[in-house]
T-cell receptor, first 111, second 114 residues
Framework: NAGVTQTPKFRILKIGQSMTLQCTQD?????MYWYRQDPGMGLKLIYY???????DKGEVPNGYNVSRSTTEDFPLRLELAAPSQTSVYFC??????????FGQGTRLTVV | KNQVEQSPQSLIILEGKNCTLQ??????????LRWYKQDTGRGPVSLTI?????NTKSNRRYTATLDADTKQSSLHITASQLSDSASYIC?????????????FGKGTHLIIQP
């Protein structure tokens, strides 16, 4: 019953550092998403993927990169971290445009 | 531009009382509307989905309504419990929008006081 698993749960980065947020799902969902949630704001789509080998930009892709080499995994890469990337990041997956299942989130602080 | 507006932003009620949360949207063409519950420090979890032809749907103490003509939805919580304290997010999917066709509201932060 793992569902969508994100790691790490918390991370503090210094400005200019890089990191990868990991996301894996065991439901054989074809769609996967990365969102960020800033305080008092709705979730904003960073990148999404409709299947292995296919990725596309969402609403706020700048400063991020993704890859989807397998159905299960959808890592999010931050290059040259900036304070504006301080946020809570959620990975989600779905079968088509059906119900999205979310991970527990990664709280990232850039100082 | 597709938008989802939720009200109120926050709400505090006493345990055992009822409350109603509102969601207005301008997403077109409309496919479906979901209400998600997000506990503090957790990811959102789907409560219910409303399609174009559905007016009312209940899930335990949660009742969602949809008026596709006025583009409004509500989530009514009956006999609130402390565990209902959470953010409730309205998400509207536009028809044919694909994986980027979801528009999220900012949520209503609900606090249940004993």
């Amino acid at each position: 019953n793992a569902g969508v698993t994100q790691t790490p749960k918390f991370r503090i980065l210094k400005i200019g550092q890089s990191m990868t947020l990991q996301c894996t799902q065991d439901m054989n969902h074809n769609y996967m998403y990365w969102y960020r949630q800033d305080p008092g704001m709705g979730l904003k789509l960073i990148y999404y993927s409709v299947g292995a080998g296919i990725t596309d930009k969402g609403e706020v892709p700048n400063g991020y990169n993704v890859s989807r080499s397998t159905t299960e995994d959808f890592p999010l890469r931050l290059e040259l971290a900036a304070p504006s990337q301080t946020s809570v990041y959620f990975c989600a997956s779905s079968y088509g445009t059906g119900e999205a299942f979310f991970g527990q989130g990664t709280r990232l602080t850039v100082v | 531009k597709n938008q989802v507006e939720q009200s109120p932003q926050s709400l505090i009620i006493l345990e055992g009382k009822n409350c109603t949360l509102q969601c207005n949207y301008t997403v077109s063409p409309f496919s479906n509307l979901r209400w998600y519950k997000q506990d503090t420090g957790r990811g959102p979890v789907s409560l219910t989905i409303m399609t174009f032809s559905e007016n009312t749907k209940s899930n335990r103490r949660y009742t969602a309504t949809l008026d596709a003509d006025t583009k409004q939805s509500s989530l009514h919580i009956t006999a609130s419990q402390l565990s209902d304290s959470a953010s409730y997010i309205c998400v509207v999917t536009n028809l044919g929008g694909g994986a980027d066709g979801l528009t999220f509201g900012k949520g209503t932060h609900l606090i249940i006081q004993p």
